[in-house]
């Protein structure tokens, strides 16, 4: 990491590792996340993120590895960096039989930098951001899920934040919820916000993102701008033809990759820059039978599901 | 009204969303005087407005009030003469409401008061634990070692409030039933009433002295957990045990290692002169178990993964 990258990254990890016991949930990821940007933290449930989340904020020691928060090392800086940091981490969490406002006054008290001068303004600012205003003096054990969620996310809100970091913010939400949440993710983004925010649902999150990390199995598979993960997925021409070899032939001399020909139906193979239109063209001058010709272009979808393996039991 | 817009020299109000937003004014990391004290006290309410523990307050209360009545009711005279500190006490009730006081603080000193602290000590760390709310303070950040000394202080200013109830209790329940005179002291002088009340609040803190020291226990166990009420128990059941062996004669070797050994002495301040001997290996044994346990809690808290 040159010195360069420490300052133009929000979050910066090296290495970091956690075992617990033999086994290491998190396995020597080195994340980099840019000022400024929507960074989506992906992977299926048990992949490691939360861990990883953990580490950065100092609530679990790396095994190995550091983290550079802010351009701050975490642990040791943690009292100067976290009041810049807004953060959910693993959900909400708070007192049931205190009312939401009551909750979130009690952990801005608890912030020993915030000035309590304008801690109702900012409590309320908060709730209102996050369109709870109205239920602000309920018990929180009367709240639905999505109002908790919401509740979680006006707590990192308590403060101007220079970086939020939401784990699984949309987990327990509605579809008009998960709108709401990429709206104001977005708005933030505006501001000059940079926010981490963690899914195991691509889906959610992928329309605000402008960069996306991966993981697989304690591993960050995957890492950059969002257009160089989608892009590191090429489109496929695919042929349906009585006589595959033919058609694998005739893609083999256009110089397509990874050309292959399977039983009696269909050739296969990497378009990689061949306009579509040549390849038919050349086809049918070889006199293949060309009985369909499909281009698949691999959605985020279908590449995040190839990098993590996809389903259960894809990484044992 | 001062709105953050307005407050100049409000550091929060300083919005990163400016044309520089990757600087933030050096003044947002500093801390705001008082906060310690705001955070303290925000503790103590959110303590204070527990059901369970205005009911816990309620019971320690009852006890004074039962003993005052029992006394007037059996008309006096209730020591069977078999010369505990406890029969003496209530002996004496009939006489001067004063002893009231004393009598329901040695009756719960076994068991109702130790139980009142390990239900706040149990919950501190383990609480916040189990309803996930402790990742929530961490990271807004409170340093861990803060934590843990607001935690502590909630939980001897808790214990000092039940001591301090019981002896109020126990003084108006006396004074109503039987009226408050001067005070004969156990060597068989006579107290004004002025030095008797000094002299309990003397008793007050020594009690409060173990309590905070069993408190720390608390804390510890409290810091190994995710579950308050398990933590709670196992305090319950370590200060039981302690009474109990202290109890058993032959084993009067171990009986100076226990906490419990000379918390009972609290009534040597009513002798005069005041017999310290006691007394001070009874503070010395709380000054003790309070570092030690209170040291484990910081070293167990400061370095453990927060997975709740």
């Known amino acids: 990491m040159s010195e360069r990258d420490g300052e133009d990254l929000a979050v910066a990890t090296s290495g970091l590792t956690k075992r617990f016991g033999a086994q290491a ?181 992928e329309q605000v993102c402008t960069h996306l990390g991966v993981m697989r199995a304690g591993r960050l598979v995957a890492q950059g701008a969002v257009a160089d993960v989608r892009g590191a997925s090429r489109p496929v021409a695919e042929v349906t033809t009585p006589d595959p070899a033919a058609a694998a032939a005739v893609l083999v001399r256009l110089g397509l990759a990874d050309v292959t020909a399977d039983g009696g139906t269909s050739a296969r193979g990497v378009l990689d820059g061949h306009a579509t239109e040549d390849v038919v063209a050349a086809l049918v001058r070889a006199g293949v039978p060309v009985r369909g010709f499909v281009v698949h272009r691999p959605s985020l979808e279908d590449r995040f599901i190839e990098l993590t393996g996809g389903g259960y039991g894809a990484d044992a | 009204m001062r709105t953050p817009d307005d407050t100049t020299d409000d550091a929060t109000a300083d919005t990163t969303a400016d044309s520089v937003p990757h600087r933030v004014p050096e003044s947002i990391a500093e801390t705001v005087r008082g906060a310690t004290w705001r955070l303290l006290r925000s503790e103590l309410r959110l303590v204070l407005s527990r059901r369970r523990n205005q009911a816990g307050l309620a019971v320690l209360a009852v006890v004074p009030v039962v003993i005052a009545i029992a006394v007037k009711v059996a008309g006096g005279g209730a020591s069977d003469g078999s010369g505990s500190t406890t029969d003496s006490f209530v002996g004496s009730v009939a006489g001067n409401g004063f002893f009231v006081a004393l009598a329901a603080l040695s009756v719960e000193i076994g068991l109702f008061l130790p139980l009142a602290v390990a239900a706040l000590s149990g919950d501190a760390i383990a609480g916040e634990a189990n309803v996930g709310t402790l990742r929530g303070l961490l990271v807004v950040p409170v340093p861990r070692t803060r934590l843990l000394a607001v935690k502590y202080a909630a939980v001897v200013l808790g214990a000092l409030l039940a001591v301090a109830l019981v002896a109020v209790v126990g003084l108006v329940a006396g004074a109503a039933l039987f009226g408050l005179h001067p005070v004969t002291t156990l060597s068989g002088t006579t107290l004004g009433l002025g030095a008797a009340l000094w002299r309990l609040l003397l008793v007050g803190l020594y009690v409060g002295a173990f309590l905070a020291a069993l408190g720390a226990l608390g804390l510890f166990v409290s810091t190994l957990t995710e579950q308050p009420m398990g933590a709670t128990i196992a305090v319950v059941l370590v200060s039981t045990l302690m009474w109990i062996l202290d109890s058993i004669s032959q084993l009067h070797a171990i009986h100076p290692w226990l906490l419990v050994d000379k918390q009972l002495a609290f009534a040597d301040l009513l002798r005069d002169p005041v017999y310290t001997a006691d007394l001070r290996l009874g503070l010395l044994t709380d000054l003790a178990y309070g570092v030690v346990f209170v040291t484990a809690a910081w070293a167990r808290f400061g370095s453990r993964d927060v997975t709740s």
């Open chain 1, 25 to 205: 949930a998190v396995d020597g990821i080195d994340l980099a996340v840019p000022r400024g940007g929507v960074y989506g933290f992906l992977g299926p449930n048990g992949s490691g993120k939360t861990t990883t989340i953990r580490m950065l904020l100092g609530l679990v020691r790396p095994s190995a590895g550091t983290v550079t928060l802010l351009g701050g090392p975490m642990p040791d800086a943690l009292t100067t960096v976290l009041p810049r940091v807004g953060a959910l981490v693993e959900g909400p969490a708070f007192h049931p039989y205190l009312s939401g406002r009551a909750n979130l006054v009690r952990l801005d008290v608890a912030d020993r930098t915030a000035d309590p001068r304008t801690s109702a303004h900012r409590v309320d600012a908060a709730l209102e951001r996050v369109d709870l205003l109205h239920a602000a003096a309920k018990r929180y054990r009367a709240y639905s899920l999505g109002m908790r969620q919401r509740l979680g996310i006006a707590a990192a809100l308590l403060r101007d934040r220079e970086l939020l970091v939401l784990d699984e913010p949309t987990n327990g939400l509605d579809p008009q919820g998960t709108r709401e949440v990429r709206a104001l993710i977005g708005a933030l983004h505006a501001e000059g916000v940079t926010v981490l925010v963690s899914s195991h649902l691509l889906s959610e999150i």
